[in-house]
């Protein structure tokens, strides 16, 4: 069964600092993954996603991600945080069926 | 292109009642999906449909809780009897034939009380 696996509950960074958040995964086949963001009392927005080829994946409001297969990671990532990205997290893995969601990451920016 | 709508956004129901939640997904798409997510945590995938199929629901109670997506109208998650366990956010996404995203509505917010 799939599963992932967001370790950090509770992440508090500094406005313009970078920011890491981790995901693993664990899927029976090639994984379809997926980065939403979350604001307070509203729907998912995608952020981006790797189906295959090139690793590193680009997304919106600058966010990246790298597939590691060996590692089973799709870690988020951004070079300078703003206080609008202050936001639930959620990593996904799956196909056209269903989606499965870790438990979510809140990001917290203080100025 | 208007996103996926769902509605209402906010739902009050007294315990035993019968809760109705729509939604209408983006232009073009013909799959529906529905999640549910308590507080504290992330969602948790219930049913995918397709006009007027319901192709896989192994994430629905099997009791209380029926999905439906017809030829015509929106997709209609249908909760009857409510219980306070019953109270979450329930997600309706959609995607087109041939693009392994979802997009997702808004939310309902489910309160019993």
């Known amino acids: 069964a799939q599963s992932v696996t967001q370790p950090d509950i509770h992440i508090t960074v500094s406005e313009g600092a970078s920011l890491e958040l981790r995901c693993n995964y664990s899927y029976g086949a090639t994984p379809y993954l997926f980065w939403y963001v979350q604001s307070p009392g509203q729907g998912l927005q995608l952020l981006l996603k790797?189906?295959?080829?090139?690793?590193l994946v680009q997304g919106i409001k600058g966010f990246e991600a790298e597939f590691k297969r060996s590692q089973s990671s799709f870690n988020l990532r951004k070079p300078s945080v703003h206080w609008s990205d202050a936001a639930e997290y959620f990593c996904a893995v799956g196909a056209r069926e269903k989606l499965t969601f870790g438990t979510g990451t809140r990001l917290t920016i203080i100025p | 292109n208007a996103g996926v709508m769902q509605n209402p956004r906010h739902l009050v129901r007294r315990r035993g009642q019968e809760a109705r939640l729509r939604c209408s997904p983006m232009k073009g798409h013909s799959h529906v999906y529905w999640y549910r997510q308590l507080p504290e945590e992330g969602l948790k995938f219930m049913v995918y449909?397709?006009?007027?199929?319901?192709?896989?629901e192994s994430g629905m109670p099997k009791e209380r809780f029926s999905a439906e997506f017809p030829k015509e109208g929106p997709s209609i998650l249908r909760i009857q009897q409510v219980v306070r366990g019953d109270s979450a956010a329930y997600f309706c996404a959609s995607s087109p034939e041939t693009v392994y995203e979802q997009y997702f509505g808004p939310g309902t917010r489910l309160t019993v009380t």
């Open positions: 449909l397709q006009k007027e199929n319901i192709i896989d």
């Open positions: 790797y189906f295959s080829g090139d690793t």
